[in-house]
């Protein structure tokens, strides 16, 4: 095992270090859209970590894929899209599923 | 001269010259759709809508290659193009004004275009979605949905492509010009009434369903005045859905410019993420009805 900080400590402190000080010195419009992309980037592989749903193995992923294009679409399909898809959100961007409340 | 701020797909260079204020545009290493047109190709549609009427910048010349890579030149314009600003103040009017610049757009003759390709939009997807590589079964299940319903197609006629807030320039006074016409083809005129209402492209205004900037009925009437064409918002539905698609896709072919290593950059990394959001709006699409 590796000493602290673990992955996740890690990828908060790089955050912060962007929001608290790299982020207030740009004045480059470019640069400080990137920055905020990185952020959010760290925020979602920092979701990633943090998180413990088991969700969709890969194989069945591929599995499903493979049957809806080939035209057999399992009768539930949507209701298990529809919670892969969500889940696979409150990673990327929690917020987005309020929009849908 | 310096690189603006801006396009994720092209470059944007601000150069002045014998005292006019241009913009270059040049390409950047790869592109988002298989049918993006050549920098060439997007400086004569562009010429095309200026002769046509449509409020675009004054197209000055094609440059060739610049440094390896293709560029044009065009007046720099001055006014609003973040799509989150524009949608938390649009001007009035705005609505029947985008019916009025896609009005003209669609009466561009074809043959003004000979280079512009059409195709069967579904197939095309289905092909992009598979270069992307790994599995997508909610984006599958948009496609499959599509093929299930799809409706009778009106005859081809010149479209922008990326017809959206994000590619107009407002002022207070509204409308003043249309960027981005690297995605111009041949197709059914709604593909680009519906790619507005697309709810990425409300740009958080989600109770705004025309961009997040007015209401479909009067964008539509507009359209039927100018065109002749009446469609009905519920036509638009199928198109919608599409939209979402072809956005979830367009996400996951950025963000593979990033992971094959032909055009290495954070922003085009976090859209392989932001792919789901459209599938999450597809099925909620399809559910809904």
Redesign the interface.
Known sequence: MSDRPTALELLEAVEEFLSSEVLPALDD??LK??TL??M??LG?ARRELETDEPGLGEDE??E???R??A?D?PAD??AI??E???A??R???PQ??E??E | MHLLAGGASKEAWAVDAEGSALLVRRASRGVIHAATLSLEDEFHVLEAAAEAGVKVPRPVAYLGELGGREAFAMERVEGETIGRRIARNPPPGLDVQLADELAKIHAIPPERLPFLGSGDILERFAGELDSVGDPHPAIEYGLWWLREHRPAPLPDVVTHGDFRIGNVVVSEGGLEYLLDWEFAHLSDPREDLAWPLVRAWRFGADDRRLGGVGEVAPYLARYAERTGRTVSEEELYWLEVLGNVKWATGCLTQCRRHLTGLDRSVEYAVLGRMAAEMEYELLYLIESR
Do not use: T
């Open positions: 419009q470019r859209f990137r992309v990185a959010n980037a979602i992923i591929r499903l894929a493979r809806i294009r035209g679409v399909a949507h899209l529809k892969h898809v969500a696979k959100l990673i990327s961007n987005y599923l929009r849908y």
